[in-house]
């Protein structure tokens, strides 16, 4: 459903706005390594209870080297 303009940041939550996220490719494999460092630094971290502290992680690389499908598959699996 759409967010009416007026709707506070507060009242917006995370359900409304996973729909405008692509799903992660269903061909999607491996980058276990990757993931389970994703993990540790925003879920298992000191800090991942901590909602006052903004976290980064920088995924780089070549274009087309599924930088993308890898921020897909963690979201998706910890979208809760």
């Known amino acids: 459903a759409p967010v009416p303009p007026s709707a506070t940041k507060s009242a917006i939550s995370a359900q409304d706005l996973l729909p405008i996220v692509s799903a992660p490719s269903p061909l999607f494999t491996g980058r276990a ?19 006052s502290l903004q976290r980064r992680f920088i995924l780089y690389g070549l274009g087309g080297a599924g930088k993308t499908q890898i921020a897909l598959q963690f979201s998706y699996k910890f979208r809760s």
Not at 34 to 46: A, I, M, N, R
């Open 33 to 51: 390594d990757v993931l389970s460092q994703l993990e540790k630094y925003f879920v298992d971290g000191p800090f991942s209870l901590e909602l």
